[in-house]
């Protein structure tokens, strides 16, 4: 069966402070994905990275940066210098291959970033 | 980038009226369209899967005869909440799946809130 966990439920910071919202998953499948998910109090929900099984480069976006990491089943992710902006519901999710894959979400880390 | 759009953003009905949303991608043919509920601090609940011209698969749990879903064009689904009480308030996500995507990526609309009262 496929789980994410995200362990942290809420984290608080103080701005500029670096943080990692940590998502260890679970599956069989040797082709997978991995994604997270911004949701700021809007509710909309705004795609923040695609990763496939078969790529492990760690990647950087901006104050961004996310760690793939198979050996462990980690896809943890670290804002560095967190701004308020960045208070938000961060959801880390997997989907197996295929169309009808379903997306198996985490329970989600609430952020908050104090001035 | 590929677009989703929901109607209504919010809606407020009275209980035992129906209500329906609509979930259209604005750019890009979606065969498949998921249907999600949130409640308030919970993480997404996958509700159904409709593929276009078929009939959508209902997760556990999950009343078809009460959560009516229709796919009937590669750009919209629909999700009609009948006879609706309170308990059904919520927030509503559909999210679609590009048909020429290969990565198998999800696109999701901005969400419907539902009061009912």
């Known amino acids: 069966a496929q789980k994410v966990t995200q362990a942290q439920t809420e984290i608080s910071v103080v701005e500029k402070e670096d943080v990692t919202l940590d998502c260890v998953y679970e599956t069989r499948d040797t082709t997978y994905y991995l994604f997270w998910y911004k949701q700021p109090p809007s509710g909309e929900l705004v795609f923040l990275i695609r990763?496939?099984?078969?790529d492990e480069q760690n990647e950087i976006s901006g104050r961004y940066s996310w760690n793939f990491q198979k050996s462990t089943s980690s896809f943890n992710f670290t804002i560095t210098a967190s701004q308020v902006v960045d208070s938000a519901v961060y959801f880390c999710a997997l989907s197996g291959a295929g169309n009808n894959r379903k997306l198996i979400w985490g329970l989600g880390t609430s952020l908050a970033v104090n001035p | 980038g590929a677009v989703v759009s929901q109607h209504p953003s919010r809606v407020i009905c009275k209980s035992g009226t129906s209500v329906k949303i609509e979930c259209r991608s604005l750019?890009?043919?979606?065969?498949?369209m998921f249907w999600y509920r949130q409640f308030p601090k919970q993480s997404l609940m996958l509700m159904a899967t409709s593929n276009e011209g078929s009939k959508a698969t209902y997760e556990q749990g999950v009343e078809k005869d009460k959560f009516l879903i229709n796919h009937a064009s590669l750009t919209l689904s629909t999700l009609t909440v009948t006879s609706a009480h309170p308990e059904d308030s919520s927030f509503y996500i559909c999210s679609a799946r590009d048909a020429g995507g290969l990565h198998y990526e999800q696109y999701f609309g901005p969400g419907t809130r539902l009061t009912v009262t």
């Open positions: 750019d890009f043919q979606a065969t498949t």
């Open positions: 990763r496939n099984s078969f």
